[in-house]
């Protein structure tokens, strides 16, 4: 029998160009092999194009613009890495607004890599125990985060890695802070 842990549950996956294959492939994955329905939100309709470390990946499809996209409409959020991806997201006001609203109702986020730079902007780090790609620790840190050099750390709904080596431990933390809901 199916894995059913997430049935019911809808995940926004927010990406853009230049997000890192596995850290977008992986946690959908894990997702919907528990259940859960798995929606890519970008600022942009079409293809997102992923990056496999220095090189062009493949794309994926996007399932809904985030200017159609309703925040209330899903349960937790998924913020993949990659360099470019969440750099260009945090310039992007509808998709920081888009993160606030999972910060403020407490439900489930989770993000790796560089993933959690749009934390920053949104304003959801500031005492938060968090782990990330380790060129971010002095981001995080400035931002208020307790920032350590961990697989997966878990600090009240708030799931954080640091590289694709991490997608392990991230996924199965992922989907049981998801199971658990608003924190």
Same mark, same amino acid.
């Given at each position: 029998?199916?894995?059913? +842990?997430?049935?019911?549950?809808?995940?926004?996956? @927010?990406? +853009?160009?230049?997000?890192?294959? #596995?850290?977008? &492939?992986?946690?959908?994955?894990?997702?919907?092999?528990?259940?859960?329905?798995? &929606? %890519? %939100?970008?600022?942009?309709?079409?293809?997102?194009?992923?990056?496999? $470390?220095?090189? *062009?990946?493949? +794309?994926? @499809?996007?399932?809904?613009? @985030?200017?159609?996209?309703?925040?209330?409409?899903?349960? #937790?959020?998924?913020?993949?890495?990659?360099?470019?991806?969440?750099?260009?997201?945090?310039?992007?006001? *509808?998709?920081?607004?888009?993160?606030? $609203? =999972?910060?403020? +109702?407490? *439900?489930?986020?989770?993000?790796?890599?560089?993933?959690?730079?749009?934390?920053?902007?949104?304003?959801? %780090?500031?005492?938060?125990?968090?782990?990330?790609?380790?060129?971010?620790?002095?981001?995080?840190?400035?931002?208020?985060?307790?920032?350590?050099?961990?697989?997966?750390?878990?600090?009240?709904?708030? %799931?954080?890695?640091?590289?694709?080596?991490? @997608?392990?431990? =991230?996924?199965?933390?992922?989907?049981?802070?998801?199971?658990?809901?608003? $924190?």
């Amino acid at each position: 029998m199916p894995d059913q +842990t997430l049935a019911g549950r809808k995940v926004a996956v @927010l990406a +853009t160009d230049g997000f890192e294959q #596995s850290e977008l &492939e992986k946690p959908v994955e894990a997702l919907k092999a528990a259940g859960a329905q798995v &929606e %890519v %939100v970008s600022p942009k309709g079409g293809q997102i194009q992923g990056w496999e $470390h220095h090189d *062009k990946g493949r +794309t994926v @499809l996007v399932d809904r613009e @985030l200017s159609a996209a309703k925040p209330e409409d899903y349960d #937790s959020i998924v913020l993949p890495g990659g360099v470019m991806n969440p750099d260009a997201l945090r310039l992007e006001p *509808k998709a920081i607004d888009f993160i606030k $609203h =999972f910060v403020t +109702t407490k *439900k489930p986020i989770a993000a790796i890599c560089h993933g959690p730079w749009t934390l920053i902007n949104a304003g959801a %780090v500031k005492g938060k125990e968090m782990t990330s790609w380790p060129s971010l620790e002095a981001d995080l840190t400035n931002a208020g985060a307790n920032w350590v050099d961990q697989d997966v750390v878990v600090d009240n709904g708030l %799931v954080t890695s640091r590289k694709p080596d991490d @997608l392990p431990a =991230f996924c199965a933390k992922m989907v049981e802070e998801f199971a658990e809901g608003r $924190h």
